[in-house]
């Protein structure tokens, strides 16, 4: 019971000592150590933080400004050029879609057209998954195959002018597997100019911002014109125009405004960059094709000329920042930059306590426990004063004998 009594009495001093240490105050000390290693890693981690503070954080980031990173953009596109097919003269209608252009548009290299077809019944191409049969019972009526050209009417027909046959379906005859014809591809397309008109605007600041010029877009000469020439965008988004014509792809034209606006107005202009989006690797999905068709009428019956588009498609992507000078990013930035000075500190520290304070020398002087001092110095001026008043005591009694005559005991 004694020892119980003794452990319970020292939990309680202990969280006694815990709160009462709690509301302690501790201020650094200063205290200069000569040791020329320790001070060279102190002025070298010192240097570091306010280099990066002052280069990367104020003067390349610029953390005084106030900044907006997604603006309201509209984006207009324009493709102009003509090419010769045969003796045929190609303009924009017949090759760039859409025509009323947007931040998406498509030019036409080379197109695979399939003519005069119309609605009625022939046979399905033989590659579609149980189309070859040998009699009518093995095509179903009214099925429709997912990879197919249309419904199934239950008949085992001759395909075209071959020896074997397929089952028959209904719809626009004769199919384009059959009956497509490619057409050369348009060498003059690599010629093509492409307009690209681009407004922002940044809400927070009230700016708006537009780049109209009449040029031709040269990194060097003119890097902020929004005319291009087909084969240039081709060349900087690393692809060969021959290949893209067999193919078609789909290049994303990169528009980024990076403003100032602490700066003049006019060095708010945009830079241009070009890269292919869609996947080169996986070769049988790769590339970019569209359909649409004419549609007219002969002989009182609707027929149309189909036509299998392959391609540019120009994705216009807009990116934006603007940043302008403010109090408050300006205020806070400086002081995470004073308070990010006082870790080189704390780092040479725990160098110094750790690596170099080997008898404790530094850490005697580094760490003082003015309490334990305060108490000392208590009990040293009782002493004196007590000291003090017995001397006083012994003088008083000597001098009030000598008054009364009297003899000293």
Avoid at 7 to 14: A, I, M, P
Avoid at 157 to 172: A, D, L, M, R
Avoid at 199 to 206: A, L
Wanted: glycine share 6%; proline share 3%.
């Amino acid at each position: 019971d004694t020892q119980t009594h003794k452990n319970t009495k020292n939990v309680h001093r202990l969280a006694l000592d815990y709160f009462l240490g709690f509301w302690d105050y501790e201020t650094p000390k200063v205290m200069v150590v000569k040791n020329r290693k320790l001070g060279v890693i102190y002025r070298g981690v010192q240097f570091l933080v306010i280099t990066y503070f002052i280069w990367y954080v104020f003067i390349s980031q610029k953390a005084y400004q106030e900044s907006e990173t997604r603006p309201e953009s509209s984006v207009y596109t324009k493709m102009k050029g003509t090419a010769l097919q045969g003796d045929h003269v190609l303009d924009t209608v017949e090759y760039v879609r859409p025509l009323e252009g947007g931040d998406v548009i498509s030019a036409i290299l080379r197109r695979v057209v399939t003519y005069n077809q119309r609605q009625g019944t022939c046979a399905e191409h033989f590659t579609v998954t149980n189309a070859n049969c040998s009699k009518d019972s093995d095509c179903i009526p009214g099925e429709v195959d997912f990879n197919g050209n249309g419904k199934r009417t239950g008949r085992c027909v001759p395909y075209y002018n071959q020896t074997f046959k397929t089952c028959e379906i209904q719809t626009w005859c004769p199919i384009e597997q059959f009956a497509a014809i490619q057409e050369p591809a348009l060498a003059e397309a690599i010629n093509f100019t492409v307009y690209i008109k681009n407004s922002v605007h940044f809400p927070k600041f009230k700016n708006a911002k537009k780049y109209l010029k009449k040029c031709h877009y040269d990194e060097k000469n003119h890097p902020y014109c929004p005319n291009f020439r087909l084969g240039y965008i081709a060349e900087q988004a690393r692809e060969k125009f021959s290949e893209l014509c067999k193919t078609g792809g789909v290049i994303g034209v990169f528009i980024n405004w990076k403003c100032d606006l602490d700066l003049d107005s006019s060095k708010c202009k945009p830079t241009y960059s070009f890269r292919r989006l869609d996947l080169r690797k996986n070769l049988p999905n790769s590339g970019y094709d569209f359909r649409f068709a004419k549609y007219y009428s002969k002989d009182g019956k609707e027929f149309r000329t189909l036509i299998n588009a392959i391609g540019i498609r120009l994705d216009v992507i807009v990116h934006g920042h603007a940043g302008r000078f403010s109090i408050i990013p300006t205020i806070i930035n400086t002081v995470t930059a004073m308070t990010s000075v006082g870790i080189c500190s704390i780092i040479c520290d725990w160098i110094m306590l750790t690596f170099i304070d080997k008898n404790d020398v530094y850490s005697d002087r580094k760490f003082d426990d003015v309490r334990k001092r305060l108490f000392d110095f208590k009990d040293t001026f009782k002493i004196i004063c007590f000291d003090c008043f017995v001397l006083y005591n012994k003088m008083y009694s000597s001098t009030h004998r000598d008054q009364l005559g009297m003899a000293p005991s």
